[in-house]
């Protein structure tokens, strides 16, 4: 694992919307600045990802410097949304657990009900430092999380692509390979890697910012989903299932806490600590 290096670099401000690509980002505790900071609501107050809304991927957030999002999708008018002031805290549900954020300017919830079809609202993680725990499970004392499904940050290969790809290729839906790494939305996409060494990796250090190695990421049905058309199909999951079971997940790419903060750019180093 020699001359790993960084290759891209992405941020998505709104979880489950298409982001940016910076080329350099600042770490912070509960990942990178501006990453899933945004979430939109159904009116039970459940967090509406591409699970049930696929077309939550032909959307896409833009970070604005002062923590506001720029909105835009096919056939619709843009929209920039700023953090909302201090206010009351609005409990939301994401897989079953409740995390108090903030709503959002209702030019936001007008614009997601627009495009969905459906009454929805935005809201914001106004303190990720306080308002959501890393799973106690795998956590140290302290860390904390956005509204990122589990953990602050994903890293994932182009070398496990690849082999991915190449086990597709060999299966019953090769047509729908290969597959692109917008498929696994990671935040950090490394190059020069052996296929699936990031399993093992525990402490890496990349630029400079030193990240835990916490898990395997267990992959959902929004892999399956195509990030241009929002059409859904069978991979990677079937091959996940036959090749890449780890526990009960299916497997590609590895979660990552920080435990030194600094900032990533593409083409920094990825050193393995240990």
Request: with cysteine; glycine share 10%.
């Amino acid at each position: 694992m020699t001359n790993m290096r960084v290759q891209e670099l992405h941020v998505h401000p709104v979880k489950s919307v298409a982001g940016t690509s910076p080329d350099e980002v600042a770490v912070e505790p509960w990942g990178l600045a501006g990453d899933r900071r945004w979430a939109v609501i159904d009116t039970e107050g459940n967090v509406i990802t591409q699970r049930q809304q696929p077309r939550l991927a032909l959307a896409s957030a833009r970070p604005l410097g002062s923590g506001g999002v720029a909105l835009s999708a096919p056939g619709l008018a843009p929209v920039v949304v700023e953090p909302p002031a201090p206010g009351p805290l609005e409990p939301v549900a994401l897989f079953g657990k409740k995390i108090d954020t903030v709503v959002a300017d209702t030019a936001g919830h007008a614009w997601f009900t627009e495009y969905l079809g459906f009454p929805a609202r935005l809201v914001h993680l106004d303190d990720p430092a306080v308002r959501r725990p890393v799973d106690p499970d795998y956590a140290l004392p302290g860390e904390t999380v956005s509204l990122a499904d589990a953990y602050p940050l994903l890293v994932a290969t182009l070398a496990s692509l690849d082999a991915l790809n190449g086990l597709i290729a060999q299966g019953d839906h090769a047509d729908e390979g290969p597959l692109p790494m917008n498929r696994f939305r990671p935040n950090l996409v490394v190059s020069g890697a052996e296929a699936w060494a990031e399993d093992g990796w525990k402490r890496v250090a990349i630029g400079d910012a030193v990240f835990r190695g916490v898990r395997e990421c267990g992959r959902c049905v929004i892999t399956t989903t195509d990030q241009r058309t929002a059409e859904r199909g069978k991979e990677p999951l079937k091959t996940l299932a036959a090749h890449r079971r780890i526990g009960k997940s299916l497997a590609f790419g590895r979660m990552l806490v920080p435990v030194r903060l600094g900032t990533v750019r593409v083409g920094d180093e990825v050193r393995i600590l240990d």
